[in-house]
């Protein structure tokens, strides 16, 4: 990935303006917003940090509302051919394999997309830049680390080092969408208040066909096993693990080769050992900012919120973001629109964010964590008469994929 590229913003800078909207990140959310607006004639200038796209292990579950407008897009064509579609997912018991098994096909009615892809975020984010690149619409400047940012009534400066040189320029309003260590936010002075979780969960991939091995297995599957609990999502060629570690043993011995061997172990019994790709340890959190934008300054994706990874929903809910913020700036920038426009992009994503995403992903991890074996055996059936019941299971589709949240939304003037 080259450290820029594409030509000049293309849209109507105001005099003393270097372009109309700065956005701070490189990640899908960022790129998501750069191509929406730069398309919309708007001038637009992305800086990232990281010298080029980082292919780690971060998200990797795109959800059905987000396919819709990523096709809208023009997107989800190349996604469909390089990932993996999910029709249903489950929870399910360890070993005895146990499960509630959700069909997403009942959501037809609601989505073109009625499943989930699996499809690692860094690729959408290289498939991004090559969208952005071949259309020569936004600037956008790989190696260059937002520093320091002022604003005014007018617009706002932006400092910014790229290889050592440092240059200050201005926009009329300035994104961040530089994740969940905002420089962004940090300048603003904005509380990041929840909470981070007691555990560490390791995750590692292997090339192990676990689908051969455990009856059933969704591409995405939650598991519990004799006192504690995995997930085993497939992306193509492999699958991810998240073994969440013993309470009463040092992170470090956990992640140790011989740890991670038997943790994959005890999943599926094998005399030959697991070909581990990579391993990585994170930490999970609970967090909101207590306001998506300043002034001329506003904020999305992990910038703004951060969840747990179960139900998958963090990477989605900040490119809807995205989309909703590049609506309230193109109003601003074509339409007249004052700029209080940026409250009602708060007030229709933060809310979604705190009762929908975050409030979810906390269940979510809550049920996985549960231990005692009879109250698995209540939930697990409670789901099950869920997934049963063609009426109650839409209703509950209709939430965990996200879709619920957007038409609360929506519904907001």
Request: charged share 25%; aromatic share 6%; glycine share 8%.
């Amino acid at each position: 990935m080259p450290a820029s590229h594409g030509s000049p913003p293309n849209g109507t800078a105001q005099p003393g303006t270097d372009c109309e909207v700065a956005i701070v990140g490189g990640g899908p959310v960022a790129l998501v917003l750069a191509l929406i607006l730069s398309r919309a004639g708007v001038a637009v200038e992305l800086f990232e940090r990281a010298a080029t796209v980082e292919r780690d292990l971060r998200a990797s579950t795109f959800h059905p509302p987000t396919l819709d407008m990523l096709d809208e897009l023009g997107l989800a064509g190349d996604m469909l051919a390089g990932g993996l579609v999910c029709p249903h997912w489950q929870i399910r018991l360890h070993p005895s394999g146990d499960r509630a098994v959700f069909d997403l096909s009942i959501l037809a009615g609601d989505t073109r997309h009625p499943f989930r892809l699996q499809f690692e975020q860094w690729k959408l984010s290289e498939l991004l830049h090559a969208r952005l690149a071949a259309e020569g619409l936004a600037r956008v400047n790989m190696g260059a680390e937002a520093v320091d940012i002022a604003q005014d009534d007018l617009g706002v400066t932006l400092t910014v080092d790229h290889g050592g040189m440092r240059r200050s320029m201005r926009a009329r309003f300035l994104v961040g969408a530089d994740g969940a260590r905002s420089m962004v936010r940090t300048a603003l002075g904005l509380d990041f208040t929840g909470m981070t979780y007691p555990e560490t969960t390791i995750l590692a991939t292997t090339t192990f066909p676990f689908e051969a091995h455990l009856d059933g297995l969704s591409n995405v599957s939650y598991c519990w096993k004799d006192g504690g609990n995995f997930s085993l999502l497939r992306v193509p060629g492999r699958w991810r693990v998240s073994i969440y570690p013993r309470e009463d043993l040092a992170l470090e011995d956990q992640l140790a080769p011989d740890a991670i061997e038997a943790a994959l172990q005890d999943i599926v019994p094998r005399p030959a050992p697991y070909e581990v790709q990579e391993v990585r340890p994170y930490r999970v959190h609970q967090r909101i900012v207590p306001r998506y934008s300043h002034g001329r300054v506003a904020l999305a994706g992990d910038a703004a919120h951060l969840n747990s990874p179960a139900g998958g929903m963090g990477l989605n809910g900040g490119i809807h973001d995205a989309l909703e913020l590049a609506a309230a700036l193109t109003d601003m920038l074509r339409r007249g629109a004052r700029t209080e426009r940026l409250e009602l992009y708060e007030r229709r994503r933060r809310p979604v964010a705190q009762e929908q995403i975050l409030a979810q992903a906390d269940r979510n991890r809550a049920r996985m964590r549960e231990k005692d074996p009879a109250r698995r055996r209540e939930i697990l059936a409670g789901l099950q008469a869920v997934a049963a019941d063609r009426t109650r299971l839409h209703e509950y589709l209709l939430r965990t994929s996200m879709i619920e949240g957007l038409r609360q939304a929506a519904l907001v003037a």
